[in-house]
């Protein structure tokens, strides 16, 4: 894996939501250019303390990204090619990485080969692209707008190869691979030694929801995945106040890092915002202090730095609240909260200032339903950090020996830390 991984944090974005599309492509209003609107919000990504910029689907599509119609073209509801290239441009001269969302499992049925195969049927040439099932198109998940892709075929693992190659010519730093969990591993295995080839930097990890996380990375040759056992363990464990479920989490995590290298998160453009999940106010900062304090590879989701809350919802148009418009300027952010936004660029900060956490051993202390030590330590560069975390009504005493807080929710009295706080000390 490349070195530039172990210090990035990425801020992600929904493009389409953000600059505020309209929902289809066709009858879509003109509006050029709308990519550049994300150029006025880097320089609040840098000072956030992130330096990746994580763009969900840029690519043609009919409606959400993920029924993509054009893999080699902006979608023009977002710009061109032109605007494109000045926001990687844009990027390179702040020292921040991009890494795009590619959609290979599934088309949208617009996508030309997909197109044809539909119209051709299962025994023609262009059949040959998509999986079927008893002589009909396989669908992903029932959707029957987004027909899933043939892995095992030729044609399909070349347009791919294509694709990612000719994105990172253009200047990006890798690939989320979307539905990764639901591609069979031997597809990358294919694929990703083709692109390394030129572009030996390139950084791949894939959307794994549930399945053997360690077993599919070694089967594919995936760089990482994402963790969403931590994601669920963090925020469940928070509004149950029962830490108990979040150390047995961290244990599995504890084994994966030692493995590999997780994208973690607690927020993303398919989830319930943190904010909204966790529900109690004065426990959000927990969840922010375990995302920067735990090894892995984190991720920011739009907005969350500001506290923004919203529900999804398991229906149609479900997802709009969680990927939300923005205005032009950071300064124009509504209902921002100020609170959050300071616990981001501090423990992003602390995280800048201790990287071994990046790949720390860890291990608990104390846990009961409402506390729980984190012990994070590098043998190799001799740091020793522990994340004290309290979510019940009376202080919480600091593990004995305690040294310096370096960053905590509320002040530390008498060696405890406050009721619905949490802190980092030394030792």
């Known amino acids: 894996m490349s070195a530039w991984v172990e210090h990035v944090i990425w801020w992600q974005v929904f493009p389409l939501g953000f600059v505020g599309a309209d929902k289809e492509l066709a009858g879509a209003r003109p509006a050029p250019h709308q990519l550049s609107r994300l150029q006025g ?12 910029l994580a763009l969900g689907p840029v690519f043609t599509s009919r409606t959400h990204g993920y029924d993509t119609t054009d ?3 902006i979608d023009p509801r977002l710009g061109d090619g032109t ?10 001269e702040r020292g921040i990485r991009v890494l795009l969302d590619g959609v290979f499992n599934h088309a949208g049925r617009d996508f030309p080969p ?4 539909l119209e051709g049927g299962a025994g023609s040439e262009a059949g040959r692209w998509i999986r079927w099932s008893d002589g009909h198109p396989y669908y992903f998940e029932g959707h029957d707008q987004l027909v899933a892709l043939d892995h095992g075929s030729v044609e399909v693992q070349d347009h791919v190869v294509e694709v990612m190659t000719s994105w990172l010519e253009r200047g990006i730093d890798g690939w989320r691979l979307d539905a990764a969990y639901a591609v069979p591993p031997e597809f990358w295995a294919a694929v990703l030694p083709r692109v390394r080839e030129r572009f030996p930097d390139a950084w791949f990890v894939g959307e794994m929801i549930h ?23 963090v925020w469940s464990s928070l509004r149950e106040r029962n830490f108990f479920e979040l150390e047995w989490t961290l244990g599995r995590h504890r084994d994966l ?78 209902d921002a909260d100020a609170g959050t936004w300071s616990v981001y660029q501090r423990m992003i900060g602390l995280r800048r200032r201790h990287p071994w956490l990046t790949r720390a051993e860890t291990a608990t202390s104390g846990v009961a339903n409402e506390q729980l030590r984190v012990h994070a330590w590098s043998a190799a560069d001799g740091g020793r950090l522990t994340l004290a975390l309290n979510l019940g009504d ?34």
Not at 41 to 52: M, P, T
Not at 114 to 117: L, S, T
Not at 213 to 221: A, I, L, N
């Open 257 to 334: 890092v030692a493995d590999l290298l997780p994208l973690t998160f607690v927020g993303n453009h398919d989830v319930t915002r943190i904010a909204t999940q966790v529900a109690d106010p004065r426990h959000v900062a927990h969840a922010v202090a375990l995302l920067f304090f735990l090894p892995g590879v984190p991720s920011v989701y739009y907005g969350d730095e500001y506290g923004l809350r919203a529900l999804k919802e398991d229906r149609a148009g479900g997802d709009d609240a969680i990927r939300p418009e923005m205005p032009g300027a950071p300064s124009e952010v509504a």
């Open 211 to 233: 399945g053997d996380y360690q077993d599919y990375v070694h089967r594919s040759g995936l760089d990482s995945i994402t963790q969403y056992e931590l994601w669920k363990a």
């Open 83 to 92: 605007d494109f290239d000045a926001l990687v441009a844009a990027c390179r």
């Open 41 to 52: 919000w880097l320089d609040h990504l840098v000072a956030l303390g992130a330096n990746g």
């Open 114 to 117: 997909v197109r044809a195969a």
């Open 71 to 73: 893999y080699l073209e």
């Open 394 to 427: 009376a202080p919480s005493p600091l593990p004995e020996g305690a040294g310096a807080v370096l960053e905590a929710g509320a002040p530390v009295l008498a060696g405890a830390v406050a009721p619905h706080s949490w802190a980092v000390v030394e030792g």
